[in-house]
């Protein structure tokens, strides 16, 4: 089946570094949706990618989906110590499915 | 204030007991999941509901049931055949079943065994 890899596993970095997080498919992905989970909190939907190749902003998130639809990043310019969380990928399992499967996300730690 | 409460927040089990995990929301939502995540394991799916009266089997259902009898209610019971339940439950809605729409998540249920 369908299996979405995200790398790294952890991230340490120092506040005002930048970050970034893969997210890898061994299939074509028709979307790919991104959450974060704050420390002792629960996911929240970010972002959306549909077409192949977009790119969109969020302040200081940008979010890419490959050409080919089986890959996506996310990455933070000049992170915060607002950005702590956990980064989760989540792309449609399979065509007809209405089954998204979640990588297992990236751990982000900032320090001040 | 529309949302998805979850209930409770921490729960104990002992072993070969039965507990009924509740999610509530009124958001209006057609469609409604039950995720566990374990550390380092990420949102693995155990069942998810696309329409009242109706669900379906996900990635790690065996050891859990569930209903959905209303549209404002999911509920997960975890049954003593679960032989490693304790985990972090989340539930979730979308406005429909479609893999396209955000989901909404509770704030989760972590679970214990006495």
């Known amino acids: 089946g369908q299996q979405v890899m995200q790398i790294p596993q952890y991230q340490h970095v120092q506040e005002g570094e930048d970050f970034t997080t893969y997210c890898n498919s061994s299939?074509?992905?028709?979307?790919i949706q991104w959450y974060k989970q704050r420390p002792g909190g629960h996911p929240v939907f970010l972002i959306q990618?549909?077409?192949?190749?977009e790119v969109k902003k969020q302040k200081r998130l940008t979010f890419q989906f490959g050409e080919a639809k089986k890959n996506s990043s996310l990455h933070i310019t000049a992170t915060q110590t607002t950005d702590v969380g956990t980064y989760f990928c989540a792309g449609l399992k399979g065509a007809g499915s209405y089954q998204l499967t979640f990588g297992k996300g990236t751990k982000l730690s900032v320090i001040p | 204030d529309g949302g998805i409460t979850q209930s409770p927040k921490y729960l104990f089990r002992k072993e070969g007991q039965n507990v009924t995990l509740s999610c509530e929301q009124n958001l209006n939502h057609d469609a409604m999941y039950w995720y566990r995540q374990d550390p380092g394991q990420g949102l693995r799916l155990i069942y998810y509901?696309?329409?009242?009266?109706?669900?379906q089997k996900g990635d790690i259902a065996e050891g859990y049931s569930v209903s959905r009898e209303k549209k404002e209610s999911f509920p997960l019971t975890v049954t003593s055949a679960q032989k490693n339940p304790t985990a972090f439950y989340l539930c979730?809605?979308?406005?429909?079943?479609?893999?396209?729409?955000?989901?909404?998540f509770g704030d989760g249920t972590r679970l214990s065994i006495l």
């Open positions: 979730a809605s979308s406005i429909s079943g479609q893999a396209n729409q955000p989901q909404h």
């Open positions: 509901s696309q329409i009242v009266n109706d669900f």
């Open positions: 299939t074509t992905l028709s979307n």
């Open positions: 990618l549909v077409k192949s190749g």
